[in-house]
């Protein structure tokens, strides 16, 4: 069996750029609170024409670009998003579509702020199963549509943006293991319910009880950060960079403190995109990709948790 090896990175971020001293002007809130609390400043947020399906794509030609890879030599395609275009068809056939790729396997994965990680095992297993070679693996997220711009305690910590990797069968490591979870008890911890929503809040919009979700994803993260190493025999020092999932500077800096690992070895960018859900770990791993800190042979963990509740990591050897 050959190893999922990822070619190529590539992201996307929208033009608009939302501060949070603008979030001051509409709620009650202040740029310190933020910072202190999230470690978000800005974030980007979606032109009015633009959708999920634009983000995805031009992520994704970078993708290609950055793995000498034709889209017509894709044979799966993947996109993790929680805000699809369409109720169907799913967002990775309108990507499949504007890329000119027809026949080969195209969905959606639904698993929230984890979806990239839920997508980059999928494809992992198709390519180390031989049915697949070449995936292309999208997280994307138009997040201001489905924010409460009322609401203080949810609408300052999302953003929008895209992210994408090819992945390739290879005779190199690559992907090395990937771990999913979900525990559906907590559905309402974090969720956007048309059926019956919270009192008081909007139908279809995000509602969040943050403390709650916090404290589970620092439980959770420190668990599955223990079960990667001990499935593969890996001490911390072993892994050269931390790419999470980019809800909250302390969240992150805890799952760091658990590894031994000092901040610069993680790659942040809260602080510029605030959480953008599925999208956020490939912005944050073709970020250190296209800045030089993620060297080839890297070890590189990937690890989010999100609505479900879901939580999953991937390492792999870039
Ligand atoms: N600006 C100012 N005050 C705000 C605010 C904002 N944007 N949002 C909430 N507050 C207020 C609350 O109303 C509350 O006021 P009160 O004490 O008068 O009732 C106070 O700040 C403290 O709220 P609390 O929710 O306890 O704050 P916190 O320290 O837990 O921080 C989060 C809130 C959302 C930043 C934090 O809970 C968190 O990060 N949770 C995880 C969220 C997450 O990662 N979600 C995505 C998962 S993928």
């Given at each position: 069996?050959?190893y999922?090896?990822v070619?190529?990175t590539?992201?996307f971020?929208?033009?608009?750029?939302v501060?949070?001293a603008?979030?001051?002007?509409?709620?009650?809130?202040?740029?310190?609170?933020?910072?202190?609390?999230t470690g978000i400043?800005?974030?980007?947020i979606a032109?009015?024409?633009?959708?999920?399906?634009?983000?995805?794509?031009?992520?994704?030609?970078?993708?290609?670009d950055?793995?000498g890879c034709?889209?017509?030599?894709?044979?799966l395609?993947?996109?993790?998003?929680?805000?699809?275009?369409?109720?169907?068809?799913g967002?990775a056939?309108?990507?499949q579509?504007r890329?000119?790729?027809?026949?080969?396997?195209?969905?959606?994965?639904q698993?929230?702020?984890?979806?990239?990680?839920?997508?980059?095992a999928?494809?992992?297993k198709?390519?180390?199963?031989g049915?697949?070679k070449?995936?292309?693996?999208v997280g994307?997220?138009?997040?201001?549509?489905?924010?409460d711009?009322?609401?203080?305690?949810?609408?300052v910590?999302?953003?929008?943006?895209?992210g994408?990797?090819?992945?390739?069968?290879s005779?190199?490591?690559?992907i090395l293991?990937s771990h999913?979870?979900?525990?559906g008890?907590?559905?309402?911890?974090?969720?956007?319910?048309?059926?019956?929503?919270e009192?008081?809040a909007?139908?279809g919009?995000?509602?969040?009880?943050g403390n709650?979700v916090?404290?589970?994803?620092?439980?959770t993260?420190?668990?599955?950060?223990?079960?990667?190493l001990a499935v593969?025999?890996?001490k911390k020092?072993?892994?050269r960079?931390?790419?999470?999932?980019?809800?909250n500077?302390r969240i992150i800096?805890?799952?760091a403190?658990?590894?031994?690992?000092?901040?610069?070895?993680?790659?942040?960018?809260?602080?510029r995109?605030g959480n953008?859900?599925?999208?956020?770990?490939p912005?944050a791993?073709?970020?250190g990709?296209?800045?030089?800190?993620?060297?080839?042979?890297?070890?590189?963990?990937?690890?989010?948790f999100?609505?479900?509740?879901?939580?999953?990591?991937?390492l792999?050897?870039y």
């Amino acid at each position: 069996m050959s190893y999922a090896r990822v070619l190529g990175t590539g992201s996307f971020l929208p033009e608009r750029v939302v501060t949070n001293a603008d979030l001051a002007s509409t709620v009650d809130t202040s740029d310190e609170w933020i910072v202190s609390r999230t470690g978000i400043r800005e974030r980007r947020i979606a032109g009015p024409g633009e959708t999920t399906c634009d983000l995805a794509e031009r992520a994704a030609r970078q993708a290609l670009d950055a793995a000498g890879c034709l889209a017509s030599e894709i044979d799966l395609v993947i996109v993790a998003t929680t805000t699809p275009d369409r109720v169907f068809p799913g967002t990775a056939c309108l990507l499949q579509e504007r890329l000119g790729i027809h026949g080969p396997a195209a969905f959606d994965v639904q698993a929230v702020c984890t979806g990239f990680v839920y997508a980059l095992a999928i494809a992992e297993k198709f390519i180390r199963t031989g049915s697949a070679k070449r995936a292309l693996v999208v997280g994307a997220e138009t997040m201001s549509r489905i924010v409460d711009w009322n609401d203080r305690s949810t609408c300052v910590l999302f953003g929008d943006g895209a992210g994408a990797v090819v992945v390739g069968a290879s005779d190199e490591q690559g992907i090395l293991s990937s771990h999913l979870h979900a525990d559906g008890a907590y559905k309402d911890l974090l969720t956007v319910s048309t059926e019956t929503p919270e009192r008081g809040a909007a139908s279809g919009r995000i509602t969040m009880r943050g403390n709650e979700v916090f404290r589970m994803a620092v439980t959770t993260l420190d668990a599955l950060v223990g079960e990667t190493l001990a499935v593969n025999d890996l001490k911390k020092a072993d892994i050269r960079w931390l790419v999470p999932h980019q809800a909250n500077i302390r969240i992150i800096a805890a799952t760091a403190k658990r590894l031994g690992m000092a901040m610069d070895q993680v790659i942040v960018t809260v602080d510029r995109h605030g959480n953008t859900s599925a999208a956020s770990i490939p912005l944050a791993f073709d970020s250190g990709v296209r800045d030089g800190r993620i060297q080839r042979g890297d070890v590189v963990l990937m690890e989010a948790f999100g609505g479900g509740l879901t939580w999953g990591s991937v390492l792999l050897r870039y």
